[in-house]
């Protein structure tokens, strides 16, 4: 993808490949395991019908490359039995690749493209591995921006399709 240049505005949206490792869990193990999904470099999930879910990579290149794919299952294994460190056997482990778009700073892409005055065109994307989380307050953002609804929010700002246009952070590049 890389850099795209819409109605004159530049947007710094890259393709990725990511993948999710399933790991079933044997059921003496299952007491260990919270109810709720940790978040810090990745994420891993609760139990879910006997597995735990760990995820996501990013990878510059589209390939189901065995090797590439085992290593994401032992970075994903790793990510787990960093948060559940009574745990560390063999077990099953199944994945899933998909690709996705991502940004150069890695937050979502969202709102109107252009000048607000004269553009009519809208962006939502570069979700990545965050889609569920972010989907429902980027839209409501969204949705308040077509109907001119006033929203204060430093997510609005974080996420505006023209922060390519100006320097974000100065410790990260864009």
């Known amino acids: 993808m890389g850099k795209k240049i819409v109605r004159g505005k530049t947007l710094n949206l890259y393709n990725n490949s990511g993948q999710l490792s399933r790991f079933t869990i044997p059921k003496e193990y299952y007491r ?4 709720f999904i940790f978040c810090k470099g990745g994420y891993v999930t609760p139990l879910i019908r006997g597995s735990i879910y760990s995820g ?9 490359d065995p090797f590439l794919i085992d290593k994401n299952n032992k970075y994903n294994f790793a990510r787990m039995c960093n948060i559940y ?3 560390n056997t063999n077990i099953n482990v199944s994945y899933y690749r998909s690709e996705r778009c991502t940004s150069s700073d890695k937050l979502p892409v969202v709102g109107k493209i252009g000048n ?26 969204l949705a308040g ?30």
């Open 32 to 35: 260990f395991f919270p109810n």
């Open 56 to 64: 996501s990579s990013y990878d510059k290149i589209k390939n189901e």
């Open 85 to 87: 460190d009574k745990f």
């Open 116 to 141: 607000r005055s004269d553009s009519n065109l809208y962006i939502f994307s570069a979700l990545a591995s965050r889609g569920f989380s972010y989907s429902p307050l980027l839209a409501e953002i």
């Open 145 to 174: 921006e077509i109907v001119s609804e006033i929203i204060n929010s430093s997510v609005e700002n974080e996420t505006a399709s023209n922060r390519f246009n100006q320097l974000v952070n100065p410790f990260r590049s864009v």
